[in-house]
């Protein structure tokens, strides 16, 4: 799974500070991430697109302030983490309209930013079960839960997405797929198929069966495959 992280903010230092510090905390949980910073309000909602695990706003920004960014992203995703990054705490409670997990107050602390970022993370794997995936399919783009998804099958350098209401088909590799979902409990049983865990009911020989459809697991993924859904039924990540 990568986190994908949005930076709204006017200051390019201050922004680049920030940046700094998550990829410092990103990479010190292993965790992968994308970061993408927009020195402008105006600008971020342009380009938004309803993909962000987390956005970091200011408050206080020309044009657009962070206050009303992050309205226009809530009229649009109610499950993205709401982080404001300011020196107006007298914003705290208008903050709780558009549902803000947190503030960190400026100029930013290392040591307070380290505990924030631990209950950022957290609540993004919370999120991660409904986290939604862009696919730009062959009849047009289409957002998807990840959660919904029940294997994904690679067919000449074509994905077929087997979803619990259908399929849909993109070009890709499911190498990458498999590392951007690896930690919503996909496993691989074969070359072919990226399998969700939930949705295995049964194991037969060198067979499982997954939402009703019988799938074969390769011999050289089968140890592998078997270790990640023993974790899965432990509650582990994969």
């Known amino acids: 799974m990568i986190f994908n992280v949005a930076i709204v903010e ?24 994308k970061i993408k910073t927009f020195l402008s309000a105006v600008t971020f909602c342009e380009q938004y697109r309803a993909d962000y695990d987390v956005i970091f706003f200011d408050i206080e920004m020309p044009d657009m302030t962070g206050m009303e960014a992050a309205r226009f992203v809530r009229e649009r995703d109610e499950k993205a983490v709401i982080v404001f990054v300011t020196n107006m705490i007298q914003c705290a409670v208008e903050g709780y309209t558009v549902n803000a997990f947190d ?21 993004m794997k919370k999120n991660t079960d409904d986290t939604m995936l862009t696919l730009n ?34 070009r890709g590799s499911l190498a990458e797929t498999e590392k951007q979902l690896g ?3 996909f496993g691989r049983c074969n070359s072919c198929y990226l399998v969700n865990l939930k949705y295995v009911t049964e194991f037969h020989g060198d067979y499982i069966t997954v939402n009703g459809d019988s799938l074969k697991v390769s011999q050289t993924k089968k140890q592998q495959f078997m270790s990640d859904f023993a974790k899965y039924l432990g509650g582990g990540a994969c």
């Open 103 to 123: 503030f960190i107050v400026k100029p930013i602390n290392e040591g307070s930013f380290a505990i924030k970022f631990d209950r950022i993370l957290n609540m």
């Open 137 to 170: 399919a062959t009849d047009g783009t289409k957002r998807v839960k990840v959660s919904d998804i029940v294997y994904i099958e690679v067919r000449n350098h074509h994905l077929t997405y087997h979803m619990t209401d259908g399929e849909i088909t993109v």
């Open 183 to 185: 930690a919503n409990n």
């Open 10 to 33: 006017d200051e390019k230092k201050e922004a680049e500070k920030l940046e700094k510090l998550l990829r410092r905390s990103f990479d010190g949980v292993g965790q992968l991430c």
